[in-house]
Every structure is written in C-alpha cells, then in structure tokens.
C-alpha cells in the first residue's frame, strides 16, 4: 500500500496555484479597455448580459425569449446600431435553478464585464443576485418577472421591473373571475415563491375570501401534482386561477384530464402562451403514454396580455416583430414569448437611445427613472425616480386556436387597494424603421 | 530539510500550512475578480474533496453522499444566520461556518453508526439514497416554508474589511479554509488516529486483534469527513448567497469521488488537484470545450463536465490507477533512481 505522503499544504496550495494562472490567460489586470467611459461600451459595441433558464423546468417556451431579443438586437446592428454602437448580447443558461444564477451573473460581470444586465429570467432565480447587483452599481433593467420586489427605488436604485406586476395582475384576473363566475366556487393553484404569492395577493384584493374552496401550491422542482388537482377535485373549484409556469398549467391540466375533471382554468399571463402550452401538453401525455391534441385542450383558457397579440397581424408592432423573426429565428414559433424577447429588446433599445451619445451606467438608469414611451405594450410604463416598476396594467383574453384574443379595454390599476380603471390611451404606432430614436 | 521539521510532523505541517497561506494571499492579490470568483469555489471543494479522501482512501469507506453533507452545514449557516445579528462579523462569521462543521458532524456520526454495519455495495448504496434524499427535504410539504423550498434560504455574503474587494474576500475565507482543512486532516492522518483509519482499511480483522474497536474508527472517519464537507457547504452559502437544493445534485457527490480518484485516494495533494479539475470544468472548460465543438446547446454544456469525469475516471483507472499524486510519485521514483517499496 502507498504510505501518506502528505505534503498537502504545500502541494494544495501550488495547485491552486498552478491552476489559476494556468487556466488564467489574459484577465488578471484591472485595467478596463481604454477609452470607454463605462464597463462594457466601446466607441462602436454595447454588451450586455442575461442569466435565462435554456434548459430546465422553466425552459420550454421562456427559452425563446432571449433569442428573440437578440434577433432584434441583430436587426438593430445591422440597421445602424444604436447611436453608432452595436448591442452584443451574452446570455447564459441558469436552468432556473437560484443556485446557478449567482455564479452566471457573477461571470457576466467580472469575466464579460457587461455594460448592464438586461431581462435576466425568474423570481426564485434573480432575488439571489440582486443585492449583489445593487451593491457592484450594475444597471439591472427589465427583469423578466412581474414580481413586485424589482420596484424599491431606495433599496434597489438600479433595479427595474419591465412586465406588469404579479399584484396588479391579479388584481385584474381577479376582477374578471369575480365578475363572470359569481358564487362559483374557485381554487388557486400557485408557484410556492414570490412569484406565486404576488398573484394571491392580487386575486385577495378582488375575490371574496368565502368563494375560495382551495388554495394549493407546488415546487419547481417536484413534477407530481396529483395531489393537489385532487384537493381541487374534492373541493369541486368550477375554476382554478393558476399562477404557474407554462410546465406546471400544462400538468394541472393534464392532472385534471386524468380524473375526469373539467374546471375552467384562468392562467396568468406567463404560464398561458397557447403555443408553448400545447407544445407541452403533447410532450407530457406522450411521455405517459398517451396522445393528445394539444391546443383543442386549451381553448377557452381565460388569460391576459399586455402587449400586442400575434392574432392580431394587422398592429404595426406584429408586422415589424413577425419580419424580424422570420429572417433571424425562423424556426421559433411566433409566439408569445418570441414577442415578449422583442419588445423587452426594443425597450432596452429606447433606454439606450435616451442615455445619450456616451452612454454611462448612471446615465442608463437616469434615461429609464425619466420615463419611457410604452412602445409595443398597451399600457403605460410606471418608470419615474420615484418608481421602478414596469406596465402598468393588463388586457384580459382567451386562447382562441393558436393565439390569445384579447377581449374589451386594457386595464391599469396600482400594487395597492386603488381601483381598476379601463385604459382608452391608443398604442403608438412603430417605428417605420422599427428603430427608437432617442428624444 | 533541518532535523527539528523531520522530527515534528506538527511543525512541518505548520510550516507548510504558513508558507501555503502566504503564496495563496499573494495569488488573490494578484488575480482579477473573475479568476478569483472561480477560485474561491475550488478552494471550497478542496475541504469537501480532503474529507472526503480520508474517509476513501485513509479508513476504507465509501461515501456517494457527500453533498448531503455540504447541504447540512450550508443550511445551517443560512438558518442560524437568519436568526443571530452580531456586531462583529468576522466573529459571526466563524462561529456560523463552526457551527455548519458541528451539525454536519452529528450527522456524520448518525450515518457513521449505520456505515460501519455495511460494507462495499450496500454502503454506496445507502449513501447515495442519502445524497438524494436529504436535498429534496427542503421541497417536502411541511418543512418547505422553513427550508425555502426549491427557492432555497438567501444568504448574505460577510461584508469584507475596507479596501478589500469582496471578490477577493470570498476567496481569502475559503482558501484559509481550504489550508486550515488540510493542515488539519494531514496532522490527523499522521497522528495514532490516522493509523487506525488505515489499519482498519487494510485489515478488519487484524486492527480487531490489536484492540482497536472498528466499528469506532470507521463512526470517527465518518465524522471527521461530514465535518469537512459541513464547512464546505457553509463557504458554499456565502459564495452563491444561499442554501438551496439545486447546489446539491447528485451529481456534485460523484464529483467529488471523481475529484479524489483523479488527485489520487487518500492523497491530500490529490484532493486538491481533483478539486481543480471539476471545478473548472463545471465552471469553465466545459463551456470552452462546448463552444470550440460549435455545439451551441446549453444542454450538452450542462452535461458535459458529467461525461468528461466518466471518462477522466475511466482512464485514470487503466493509466493511473493512483491518480495524479500517484503518477507524480512514480515519477519521482524514476527520477531519483529509487525503487517504489
């Protein structure tokens, strides 16, 4: 037998030694590029950075949406940039686990040296890095999650929100449930997060405690829900208002199908895309053995949007967002989430246009808190110094065939006990070059 | 080497601990953030992995269950560190990372108590289960809403001394940790303890006979190692800034055998080499690899570190069965001329 030759200290620490100078290369120093007056901006590219779940529970569908900003991002470089300077655009896959989110973000900033982190994916994922956004001063624009927490100016100044909070769609879900399904008996089904939990928030402020029969929860990470649909099904809901990714609406509705019961489903807006979800449903039933079609399993699926919708292909957004697409992505499904990656590109598009010719990170969050035009939404932005939150309100819809067909007025309303108010602002019209100039 | 350091093993070690301290600080000093960023999770697994070693390689015993053990000690940091504010933070700090090592031990010694009673296959198994089952707790019904479900519990990382950067702080406590580790199990392995871990390795029967009680030896190597592994999963807390199942796969287990078999069993040097290794691969090789292949699926980045440990194992098995510090020592033998006893 080999004796213990131990020279571990001294050997340990050589190794570690060897191997971070070996794997080291260039990127000791900390000299930045010369020149430049911010991390990230030369005089000809902008990079910036984004963790997005690629792979995972939260990947079929969201996937979608960073190539689809970056589509954009490319039909913007090729059409001039922005203020001369081309967008790069490095996005890393966390697999909406929380635990991979801190070390992508942490190799975004020291390794990329990102101008800024833009529409990084997921509640449980990015409340793990924003402390240490706020705390390294990286702007932290857009987050894709509607939860209420990106909005505290005076915690998280280089924060910002993008898509309607959880709160004032639930607000507005609810309003709609309660109104159209008086003295049903209905049953929430949400993500046991921030996510989840902002939803049933909303839907409190709305739908009379005693209508509620149940209210269940599930984890990312635990596929099995039967459990739950079956407290559903003892409770006899007549409708669940669900608060979940696409995989787990997609499961509740299987789940159901297999005990034979059939409850109208109200799906917030991110665990609704009609595409995604029968894409979902299909895969599922198939892995249990099963053949199903899809979309027939979700029609009626009551919902929200707060951008324009594909089936509607006469809006000047649709047609500039479905060019783009069909010369850079296509083999995506024009989707949902392919809109959604577009129009988060295009805001950041008119952030960078408005924080000027020489663009720094402090003039990046002063051109946000001064106010964005909605672009491709249909509501307003809440952006001011005194706010960081995103849109302000949502359209209720259903899935008709492949798509959500918005139905009535868009909505806009307040995280708090304020009332829910139609919005009749018209959208703006795009760009003819689909470009934002600053201005 | 003077007669006083081949004389005292402790003094050796010592020395060697101070002198490994200070080229380390210089390194950190003279890294980016990036590199310390990557350093500061080798240095991590470096404890888990030496721990680990010792109970493979020193005392004979198999362990796949490692990461259960970084679990405990990261969920203790971050549970304890919820409910105790302190004034002094690096007090806090040590006390929060002593208190994962003691936690982890307990359960080490719970497991131990069952490990001595199995042997080869059965104890592989029983600590595989282990290394399954005791992340997905935190999603279990009724402990989520304290163990913060797949979410995981936040962890704030310790402020560090003005004019450090945290960067560099993070890597200067898990590289302290990492040497403290080492100097720690090497003393031990050369100590009366270390020679009934190996006597029991090599001959059950024989360390019986000589009046030491096996099944102690083998409950105390388990302990020794869930320790390490508990300090590890605390350092862990601090780096990703929380306890959540997700940092503790299966697969972070396998990495760590795949780590200690690479460096060499029971090798401390070896623990560290290994320690680099999956590391990095994880980190960063995998994605270069991916890149350099044009293979632009997150997919096969994510599963590619898997497959190069099958295959790192695999050859170092055929080629070098006593991984890299065994390979280096045979080199050594060649060089100086003198035969391997």
Same mark, same amino acid.
Not at chain 2, 137 to 143: C, H, V
């Given at each position: 037998?080999?004796?213990?030759?131990?020279?571990?200290?001294?050997?340990?620490?050589?190794?570690?030694?060897?191997?971070?100078?070996?794997?080291?290369?260039?990127?000791?120093?900390?000299?930045?590029?010369?020149?430049?007056?911010?991390?990230?901006?030369?005089?000809?590219?902008?990079?910036?950075?984004?963790?997005?779940?690629?792979?995972?529970?939260?990947?079929?569908?969201?996937?979608?949406?960073?190539?689809?900003?970056?589509?954009?991002?490319?039909?913007?470089?090729?059409?001039?940039?922005?203020?001369?300077?081309?967008?790069?655009?490095?996005?890393?896959?966390?697999?909406?686990?929380?635990?991979?989110?801190?070390?992508?973000?942490?190799?975004?900033?020291?390794?990329?040296?990102?101008?800024?982190?833009?529409?990084?994916?997921?509640?449980?994922?990015?409340?793990?890095?924003?402390?240490?956004?706020?705390?390294?001063?990286?702007?932290?624009?857009?987050?894709?999650?509607?939860?209420?927490?990106?909005?505290?100016?005076?915690?998280?100044?280089?924060?910002?929100?993008?898509?309607?909070?959880?709160?004032?769609?639930?607000?507005?879900?609810?309003?709609?449930?309660?109104?159209?399904?008086?003295?049903?008996?209905?049953?929430?089904?949400?993500?046991?997060?921030?996510?989840?939990?902002?939803?049933?928030?909303?839907?409190?402020?709305?739908?009379?405690?005693?209508?509620?029969?149940?209210?269940?929860?599930?984890?990312?990470?635990?596929?099995?829900?039967?459990?739950?649909?079956?407290?559903?099904?003892?409770?006899?809901?007549?409708?669940?208002?669900?608060?979940?990714?696409?995989?787990?609406?997609?499961?509740?509705?299987?789940?159901?199908?297999?005990?034979?019961?059939?409850?109208?489903?109200?799906?917030?807006?991110?665990?609704?895309?009609?595409?995604?979800?029968?894409?979902?449903?299909?895969?599922?039933?198939?892995?249990?053995?099963?053949?199903?079609?899809?979309?027939?399993?979700?029609?009626?699926?009551?919902?929200?949007?707060?951008?324009?919708?594909?089936?509607?292909?006469?809006?000047?957004?649709?047609?500039?967002?479905?060019?783009?697409?069909?010369?850079?992505?296509?083999?995506?499904?024009?989707?949902?989430?392919?809109?959604?990656?577009?129009?988060?590109?295009?805001?950041?598009?008119?952030?960078?246009?408005?924080?000027?010719?020489?663009?720094?990170?402090?003039?990046?969050?002063?051109?946000?808190?001064?106010?964005?035009?909605?672009?491709?939404?249909?509501?307003?932005?809440?952006?001011?110094?005194?706010?960081?939150?995103?849109?302000?309100?949502?359209?209720?819809?259903?899935?008709?065939?492949?798509?959500?067909?918005?139905?009535?007025?868009?909505?806009?309303?307040?995280?708090?006990?304020?009332?829910?108010?139609?919005?009749?602002?018209?959208?703006?019209?795009?760009?003819?070059?689909?470009?934002?100039?600053?201005? | 080497?003077?007669?006083?350091?081949?004389?005292?093993?402790?003094?050796?070690?010592?020395?060697?601990?101070?002198?490994? &301290?200070?080229?380390?600080?210089?390194?950190?000093?003279?890294?980016?953030?990036?590199?310390?960023?990557?350093?500061?999770?080798?240095?991590?697994?470096?404890?888990?992995?030496?721990?680990?070693?010792?109970?493979?390689? %020193?005392?004979?015993?198999?362990?796949?269950?490692?990461?259960?053990?970084?679990?405990?000690?990261? !969920?203790?940091?971050?549970?304890? #560190?919820?409910?105790?504010?302190?004034?002094?933070?690096?007090?806090?700090?040590?006390?929060?990372?002593?208190?994962?090592?003691?936690?982890?031990?307990?359960?080490?010694?719970?497991?131990?108590?069952?490990?001595?009673?199995?042997?080869?296959? !059965?104890?592989?198994?029983?600590?595989?289960?282990?290394?399954?089952?005791?992340?997905?707790?935190?999603?279990?019904?009724?402990?989520?809403?304290?163990?913060?479900?797949?979410?995981?519990?936040?962890?704030?990382?310790?402020?560090?001394?003005?004019?450090?950067?945290?960067?560099?702080? #993070?890597?200067?406590?898990?590289?302290?940790?990492?040497?403290?580790?080492?100097?720690?199990?090497?003393?031990?392995?050369?100590?009366?303890?270390?020679?009934?871990?190996?006597?029991?390795?090599?001959?059950?029967?024989?360390?019986?006979?000589?009046?030491?009680?096996?099944?102690?030896? #083998?409950?105390?190597?388990?302990?020794?190692?869930?320790?390490?592994?508990?300090?590890?999963?605390?350092?862990?807390?601090? &780096?990703?800034?929380?306890?959540?199942?997700?940092?503790?796969?299966?697969?972070?287990?396998?990495?760590?055998?795949? /780590?200690?078999?690479?460096?060499?069993?029971?090798?401390?040097?070896? /623990?560290?080499?290994?320690?680099?290794?999956?590391?990095?691969?994880?980190?960063?090789?995998? %994605?270069?690899?991916?890149?350099?292949?044009?293979?632009?699926?997150?997919?096969?980045?994510?599963?590619?570190?898997?497959?190069?440990?099958?295959?790192?194992?695999?050859?170092?098995?055929?080629?070098?069965?006593?991984?890299? %510090?065994?390979?280096?020592?045979?080199?050594?033998?060649?060089?100086?001329?003198?035969?391997?006893?």
């Amino acid at each position: 037998m080999r004796r213990g030759h131990i020279r571990l200290a001294a050997g340990g620490s050589m190794l570690l030694l060897l191997a971070a100078t070996a794997c080291g290369g260039s990127s000791s120093g900390g000299a930045s590029s010369g020149g430049s007056s911010a991390p990230g901006v030369t005089a000809t590219t902008v990079t910036i950075g984004s963790t997005q779940p690629l792979t995972g529970p939260a990947a079929p569908g969201y996937s979608e949406i960073s190539q689809a900003s970056d589509a954009y991002f490319k039909y913007i470089n090729e059409n001039g940039g922005i203020n001369g300077r081309t967008i790069t655009y490095k996005y890393l896959d966390d697999g909406y686990d929380p635990t991979k989110t801190v070390a992508q973000t942490k190799k975004l900033i020291t390794q990329d040296k990102v101008f800024a982190i833009f529409n990084a994916l997921g509640t449980p994922t990015h409340e793990k890095v924003i402390e240490f956004l706020n705390q390294q001063k990286v702007p932290d624009l857009f987050v894709a999650s509607g939860c209420q927490c990106w909005d505290d100016v005076s915690a998280h100044p280089e924060t910002f929100g993008w898509q309607p909070d959880y709160v004032i769609e639930g607000k507005i879900l609810g309003e709609y449930v309660k109104k159209n399904f008086a003295g049903k008996k209905i049953a929430y089904f949400y993500q046991d997060d921030d996510f989840g939990k902002d939803g049933v928030k909303g839907l409190d402020m709305e739908i009379p405690k005693s209508q509620v029969v149940a209210r269940e929860s599930y984890q990312t990470s635990n596929p099995d829900i039967a459990s739950q649909v079956q407290k559903f099904q003892s409770a006899k809901a007549d409708v669940i208002v669900s608060f979940s990714i696409p995989a787990f609406t997609a499961l509740l509705k299987l789940n159901a199908l297999k005990v034979k019961y059939d409850p109208t489903l109200a799906v917030s807006n991110v665990g609704s895309d009609p595409l995604t979800l029968s894409g979902l449903l299909e895969a599922f039933a198939k892995q249990g053995g099963s053949t199903v079609k899809g979309s027939d399993l979700i029609q009626g699926v009551i919902t929200d949007g707060y951008i324009a919708s594909p089936a509607d292909p006469t809006n000047s957004w649709i047609k500039l967002f479905q060019t783009i697409h069909d010369k850079y992505i296509p083999k995506l499904p024009f989707d949902g989430n392919v809109l959604y990656g577009m129009a988060a590109g295009y805001t950041f598009a008119q952030a960078l246009a408005a924080a000027g010719a020489n663009p720094t990170r402090d003039s990046l969050v002063k051109a946000v808190e001064a106010g964005l035009d909605q672009g491709p939404g249909l509501v307003p932005f809440r952006f001011s110094t005194s706010s960081h939150a995103g849109f302000t309100g949502v359209q209720i819809g259903v899935i008709k065939g492949t798509a959500v067909k918005l139905t009535g007025s868009p909505a806009t309303t307040d995280d708090g006990n304020g009332p829910i108010t139609a919005f009749d602002g018209t959208q703006p019209e795009a760009p003819a070059n689909g470009i934002p100039t600053s201005g | 080497m003077p007669a006083i350091l081949e004389r005292s093993t402790l003094l050796r070690h010592t020395l060697f601990a101070l002198v490994g &301290i200070g080229v380390l600080l210089l390194l950190i000093h003279n890294l980016g953030d990036y590199r310390n960023s990557q350093l500061a999770p080798i240095a991590y697994t470096v404890c888990a992995a030496a721990g680990l070693t010792m109970l493979v390689g %020193q005392s004979g015993q198999i362990s796949l269950g490692h990461g259960a053990f970084m679990a405990v000690g990261a !969920y203790t940091f971050a549970l304890l #560190q919820a409910k105790w504010t302190s004034s002094h933070p690096n007090v806090q700090l040590v006390g929060l990372l002593a208190a994962g090592v003691v936690v982890a031990a307990v359960f080490g010694a719970v497991v131990g108590v069952a490990a001595a009673r199995l042997r080869g296959p !059965y104890l592989a198994g029983a600590t595989l289960a282990l290394a399954l089952g005791l992340p997905s707790l935190a999603s279990y019904e009724k402990l989520s809403d304290h163990l913060g479900g797949s979410t995981g519990l936040n962890v704030t990382s310790p402020n560090p001394p003005t004019g450090v950067n945290a960067y560099r702080w #993070q890597s200067i406590i898990c590289c302290v940790s990492a040497v403290l580790v080492l100097w720690f199990l090497s003393n031990l392995s050369r100590s009366r303890v270390g020679r009934s871990f190996r006597a029991v390795r090599d001959d059950e029967v024989a360390a019986a006979l000589c009046g030491l009680s096996v099944a102690r030896v #083998q409950v105390l190597a388990f302990v020794v190692s869930a320790g390490c592994a508990g300090l590890a999963g605390g350092l862990l807390a601090i &780096i990703n800034l929380t306890a959540g199942p997700g940092a503790f796969p299966l697969s972070l287990s396998l990495s760590l055998l795949a /780590a200690i078999v690479f460096g060499g069993l029971g090798s401390m040097a070896g /623990a560290a080499y290994g320690s680099v290794l999956v590391v990095m691969l994880n980190l960063s090789w995998a %994605q270069t690899l991916t890149d350099k292949l044009s293979i632009h699926s997150a997919k096969v980045a994510n599963n590619m570190p898997l497959m190069i440990y099958g295959v790192v194992l695999a050859v170092a098995m055929l080629a070098a069965p006593y991984g890299v %510090q065994g390979a280096l020592h045979r080199l050594r033998m060649l060089a100086t001329g003198t035969r391997k006893s």
